[in-house]
DNA sequence: TTAATGTGACTGACTAGTCAGTCATTGTCA
DNA sequence: TGACAATGACTGACTAGTCAGTCACATTAA
């Protein structure tokens, strides 16, 4: 703490000197059980010869670790020391397999996000309502993202996009427009199908969707207030645009 | 700049060494106009003699400088010996106004958001329509907070939230469950009065609300890609709960 | 054997917080 | 009113660290 000051022999577990330090030995706390992912470090059980599958194995536990990291504590407070304890490899391991800090940052975030892009391709709904498909999208947005990590990749995203502009530019080009206008077609078809009363919506695409980045940020700051239901909100909310309720 | 490797006598601008260091003399660069307020440092023009006043102003010109800078970079990113310099002031006399940097951060979250709990004690709609008293919170709420500094609080809130469990639990006591618990009387009324047809709504007022915060995030991360007409879409999402267009 | 792979002690640029000293302002007395 | 003393706001060089990135050396699969 201080620097001469007549301090009394052990501060009393407080803040010793300019970050917290202490137990540095567990990096980030718990941080969260996050999704059935495989242990950070250790190889499952395979036996798995090849030093590249060793290599990838390794690649993996560091994203893995430097992922919960950086959710834990954002960009600039995430030390490689910690993230490379917590993948059981050593710091110079990291700088095999990124060129530094900033890049592994940007790379992580885009490789998260590719499992997302992928559901936006969902076949148009030739056969069943487009209540049907929204539901479908927001189902899988729940299970995917809401209640997983990539839900704080999310508020990730929103935290560091303005000091990275590349990761905005990129969130916005691959998720943000391509997502907007999924929904503003499957809303289009919705209101010439009859099934959406409020032709607006269509210039808003981001009203539909509104609900479902509240749930994830609600998770991320409030959920141990206030448990948010996020199905059901969804649920309401879709009545709120196609009709009260149907079958479900 | 990288230890002893053999780099060029000057990096291309690209990144130095550690974080970005160039020109610190510009601290967050130009960060954005915010709001038009009393610039940072020197007296705007007037006398004031008192030494409390010139305190006062200083502790102001301190607060306006670190709100850019938290804003601009977030908590751990900022220096304090930037947001001296953009204050006009020397690094020790921050420590005069706060005890260090995570309280003095607390603190201006906190002060930052005060005006905006006023508002919730908007008077309840007994002459005019709940449509009028909502829109008032949107009208108000555009102006105030989304083209505001305060908008970027809100997202910095959802950056920093997690790692500040203090900030967390102060913004939703003092701001998400008491505005949350005015819009859900507000849709009780309105679905009283039989302007609210969806009554479900007041299960989840989040979903009045969501539009708003995403205006906001939209602002802070994408407005460069695509801008949003934020007033048109909330009067397109009051018409999809409202029911169609009035005179307004 | 040997080249690829991994290690972790080390460097030095960087920063939160401190404190002895300065000096403009305010108070007091002749 | 003017001179002198007391005050405390303000300063900025300094301390005690912190941590991204490096590299000489160790390990191991092929």
Redesign the interface.
């Known amino acids: 703490m201080s620097n001469s000051r007549p301090t009394p022999p052990e501060g009393t577990s407080s803040k010793p000197g300019h970050?917290r330090r202490g137990e540095t030995a567990a990096p980030a706390e718990a941080v969260k059980p996050a999704l059935p992912m495989a242990p950070p470090s250790e190889p499952p059980s395979e036996p798995l010869s090849g030093r590249a599958a060793r290599a990838a194995e390794r690649r993996q536990a560091i994203i893995d670790a430097a992922l919960d990291e950086f959710i834990?504590?954002?960009?600039?407070?995430t030390r490689l020391d910690d993230v490379a304890k917590r993948a059981g490899v050593a710091k110079g391991t990291i700088y095999l397999h990124f060129k530094?800090k900033?890049s592994m940052f940007e790379e992580l975030i885009r490789t998260a996000l590719v499992p997302l892009i992928g559901r936006l391709h969902a076949p148009p709904p030739i056969g069943g309502s487009v209540r049907d498909a929204v539901e479908g999208f927001a189902r899988t947005f729940i299970q995917e993202v809401a209640s997983t990590r990539r839900g704080d990749i999310v508020?990730l995203?929103?935290?560091?996009?303005?000091?990275f502009p590349a990761i905005?530019?990129f969130?916005?080009r691959e998720v943000?427009?391509r997502g907007l206008a999924a929904m503003r077609a499957l809303i289009e078809l919705g209101v010439a199908r009859g099934e959406i009363a409020?032709k607006?919506?269509a210039?808003?695409p981001?009203?539909l969707?509104?609900?479902a980045?509240?749930a994830v940020?609600?998770q991320?700051?409030?959920a141990r207030?206030?448990p948010?239901d996020a199905t059901?909100?969804l649920r309401?909310?879709l009545?709120?645009?196609f009709g009260?309720r149907r079958t479900t």
Chains 1, 2 share one sequence.
């Open positions: 970050r834990a504590r954002g960009f600039t407070a530094d900033e508020r995203i929103v935290a560091e996009g303005p000091r905005a530019d969130y916005y943000v427009s409020h607006e919506l210039r808003f981001q009203i969707v509104a609900p980045l509240i940020i609600w991320s700051l409030f207030h206030a948010l059901e909100m309401v909310h009545d709120l645009i009260e």
